[in-house]
């Protein structure tokens, strides 16, 4: 939101939003994994993580789950996502690279990175499969995981059961004393009580909000695109003012069918969706790539905000 609305100051959110999420989702995970022996999600459907194969009596969830299987899943919960999301874009650029030649690397580079797009598709078919199978294997009982990455952890979930129910409802009993005589030991009590309510607060909150992003998809579905022709149907605002007077600034040519980087005939017209400026699709890819900005408004932009443009006879 702060990224939107006010690019030029928060614009370095929006490129570091990956990098963010992943700490906040570590910060989240480490919590709930520490205290209730579960991720967010596996908590929020009453489920706990217990080690696989130990015959004796399961922990209860406050007890929390050995180390080694405690960092195993904070790892593979948070660490292999983001890898596997970075991997993808990684992919997305380099065939946007090779399909407009842009930046011809050299030969044997060439034939690696091809050789690397070429193979991703079976790559991501087999860790795709992999999932596949060990879902129906769990759902005909031939395994004890309906996910890889529990058996990688050395985990199984199972369901909370009331010892467990009473033992996180005393937890949180006991981070407020009953019995508080000194300033310091009334100070941390409160400290206490306001974190614990901060937390359940976003718990409930992040709870809510998934059910409200379900809304908001329903909302702007197929069912309601009647709604949303009547709002782009308005007539397009006029583009913003140039912020910057700067020598390396692209200034507007005179003719709009004109690259303002090039300085020529535009090919392959592309508009920032961040400005709304045409330019050739090899100039701005390269200038965005490079600047994370718009050479004209300075607005901050990213690849993805780059949208290719067709005339009526294509």
């Known amino acids: 939101v702060l990224a939107e609305s006010n690019p030029g100051r928060y614009g370095f959110l929006w490129h570091w939003f990956d990098e963010i999420y992943v700490l906040l989702d570590l910060l989240l995970q480490q919590h709930y994994l520490a205290r209730c022996s579960a991720s967010f999600s596996e908590n929020f459907y009453s489920l706990k993580r217990i080690p696989m194969g130990d015959g004796r009596q399961q922990p209860v969830a406050t007890a929390g789950l050995p180390k080694r299987q405690h960092w195993k899943s904070l790892l593979l919960l948070?660490?292999?996502?983001?890898l596997k999301g970075k991997l993808e874009k990684l992919v997305s650029s380099l065939r946007e690279e090779d399909e407009y030649s842009i930046h011809p690397p050299s030969s044997s580079w060439k034939?690696?990175?091809?050789?690397?797009?070429?193979?991703?598709?079976?790559?991501?078919?087999?860790?795709?499969?992999?999932?596949?199978?060990?879902?129906?294997?769990?759902?005909?009982?031939?395994?004890?995981?309906?996910?890889?990455m529990l058996k990688l952890a050395g985990v199984r979930l199972v369901r909370l059961?009331?010892?467990?129910?009473?033992?996180?409802?005393?937890?949180?009993?006991?981070?407020?004393?009953?019995?508080?005589?000194?300033?310091?030991?009334?100070v941390q009590s409160a400290l206490r009580k306001a974190l614990g309510g901060v937390a359940f607060s976003l718990s409930t909150g992040l709870?809510?909000?998934?059910?409200?992003l379900q809304f908001l998809d329903w909302w702007y579905s197929s069912e309601n695109q009647e709604t949303i022709?009547?709002?782009?149907?308005?007539?397009?605002?006029?583009?913003?003012?140039?912020?910057?007077?700067?020598?390396?600034?692209?200034?507007?040519?005179?003719?709009?069918t004109v690259c303002p980087l090039c300085r020529?005939?535009?090919?392959?017209?592309?508009?920032?969706?961040?400005?709304?400026?045409?330019?050739?699709?090899?100039?701005?890819?390269?200038?965005?790539?490079?600047?994370?900005?718009?050479?004209?408004?300075?607005?901050?932009?990213?690849?993805?905000?780059?949208v290719k443009l067709y005339s009526p006879e294509s």
């Open 111 to 148: 034939r690696f990175y091809r050789a690397f797009l070429a193979a991703y598709p079976y790559v991501n078919m087999t860790w795709e499969g992999w999932f596949l199978v060990q879902q129906l294997c769990y759902i005909l009982g031939k395994a004890e995981h309906h996910s890889p």
């Open 229 to 256: 022709k009547s709002l782009t149907a308005l007539p397009t605002p006029p583009p913003p003012v140039h912020l910057e007077h700067e020598p390396s600034s692209a200034l507007l040519p005179s003719l709009k």
């Open 264 to 306: 020529k005939v535009r090919v392959n017209a592309t508009a920032l969706a961040t400005s709304g400026f045409v330019f050739c699709y090899r100039c701005i890819y390269s200038y965005v790539k490079a600047h994370q900005r718009c050479p004209v408004t300075g607005y901050a932009t990213e690849l993805q905000h780059l």
């Open 207 to 212: 709870s809510v909000s998934v059910f409200f």
């Open 78 to 82: 948070v660490l292999v996502p983001y």
């Open 161 to 186: 059961t009331a010892e467990d129910i009473q033992a996180l409802e005393k937890k949180w009993d006991e981070t407020t004393p009953s019995h508080t005589h000194s300033i310091t030991s009334r």
